[in-house]
């Protein structure tokens, strides 16, 4: 019998925890401290931070392979802590390792997982996957002779055989050259729009971006902002003018703009300083001109609307290190 809970949420989190125990003599290592999140079903959301931030560890207790040490969560309207086994008939996994027989081709792992899932006619269910995937061409060649690219497809179509509810992808473009980043962007989509959930772990913030109707930034074990792309970053309010500075100059550079009409705030940023303003264009002759009565001569001043680095910066202090990925033109 599963404890399903009857809802509009495929996920649902509260208070999640998970502790580690310190070696000898160290205190207990707390890589999610306290999350709460909910995941409409038929949506694409992102799970957006560093690494080492928690994702990872999340996504392996949602998926019944870590214990959560507190908290509680469903997955698919089931208990996670207390059925599992049937969370796991109700979901697809395709975490960061990729780990698929180079000895096989790609129509002999699926037709073998569909046996393992007991699906009626592997064979169909299998060239029913290789052309969603786009890899029908490929199909009968040994998986040793895939690119990176094909392999994280193809590692996509094994956690759809038995047509799961959720689909869970961890960092699922790391390590992709661009075109094949592109490529896992557009069999996400397909899937989604056939209706599966997709909950999605990345660091790259033009993935976050184009893929996630909504989206959490986490960080050091903590969601710090929750939304839709456009809402956040719309939250900000301000447009940035990054400022080129040496870094002995950010002190006296900040004071200098304290007066600035319509400043918002001012932070560091890996060229010098980001200034959110309310008019950025036309605030850059006062900045020059504060900063020229200041003795400092900036560099090269670049001025943008808010990104999703932006929100990341403005919740934590920092930028998150990995950013946007360089895609092909």
């Given at each position: 019998?599963?404890?399903?809970?009857?809802?509009?949420?495929?996920?649902?989190?509260?208070?999640?925890?998970?502790?580690?125990?310190?070696?000898?003599?160290?205190?207990?290592?707390?890589?999610?401290?306290?999350?709460?999140?909910?995941?409409?079903?038929?949506?694409?959301?992102?799970?957006l931070g560093p690494n080492g931030a928690g994702k990872t560890t999340t996504v392996r207790m949602l998926c019944t392979l870590l214990p959560i040490t507190e908290g509680h969560a469903t997955v698919a309207g089931v208990d996670v802590g207390r059925d599992p086994?049937?969370?796991?008939?109700?979901?697809?996994?395709?975490?960061?390792?990729?780990?698929?027989?180079?000895?096989?081709?790609?129509?002999?792992?699926?037709?073998?997982?569909?046996?393992?899932?007991?699906?009626?006619?592997?064979?169909?269910?299998?060239?029913?996957?290789l052309r969603l995937v786009g890899l029908e061409d490929a199909a009968d060649r040994l998986i040793g002779t895939y690119s990176g690219g094909m392999k994280r497809r193809l590692d996509l179509a094994t956690a759809l055989v038995h047509e799961p509810q959720v689909l869970f992808l961890d960092e699922p473009t790391t390590g992709l050259d661009p075109a094949s980043r592109l490529t896992v962007w557009q069999e996400v989509r397909r899937i989604n729009a056939l209706g599966t959930t997709v909950f999605l772990t990345t660091q790259y913030l033009e993935e976050a971006d184009q893929l996630c109707d909504r989206l959490a930034i986490i960080d050091d074990g903590t969601i710090v902002a929750q939304g839709t792309p456009d809402e956040l970053k719309s939250e900000l309010g301000?447009?940035?003018?990054?400022?080129?500075?040496?870094?002995?100059?950010?002190?006296?550079?900040?004071?200098?703009?304290?007066?600035?009409?319509?400043?918002?705030?001012?932070?560091?940023?890996?060229?010098?300083?980001?200034?959110?303003?309310?008019?950025?264009?036309?605030?850059?002759?006062?900045?020059?001109?504060?900063?020229?009565?200041?003795?400092?001569?900036?560099?090269?001043?670049?001025?943008?609307?808010?990104?999703?680095d932006d929100v990341f910066l403005a919740s934590t202090g920092r930028r998150i290190e990995g950013g946007v990925p360089e895609m092909a033109s």
């Open positions: 019998m599963t404890s399903e809970a009857p809802t509009d949420l495929a996920i649902e989190v509260r208070g999640l925890v998970k502790r580690y125990r310190g070696g000898r003599g160290q205190d207990e290592l707390s890589a999610v401290r306290g999350i709460d999140l909910g995941v409409r079903r038929g949506e694409v959301f992102g799970f086994a049937e969370v796991r008939r109700r979901i697809g996994v395709a975490l960061q390792e990729v780990g698929l027989d180079a000895r096989q081709s790609g129509r002999e792992l699926l037709e073998l997982q569909c046996g393992l899932y007991r699906i009626a006619d592997p064979a169909a269910r299998s060239a029913e996957l301000s447009d940035v003018l990054t400022i080129g500075l040496d870094p002995v100059e950010h002190d006296r550079a900040r004071d200098a703009l304290l007066t600035l009409a319509g400043l918002d705030h001012v932070t560091d940023a890996a060229e010098g300083l980001a200034v959110y303003v309310d008019d950025a264009a036309g605030a850059v002759a006062d900045v020059v001109r504060l900063l020229g009565d200041a003795g400092i001569r900036p560099g090269a001043i670049a001025l943008s609307r808010p990104s999703l």
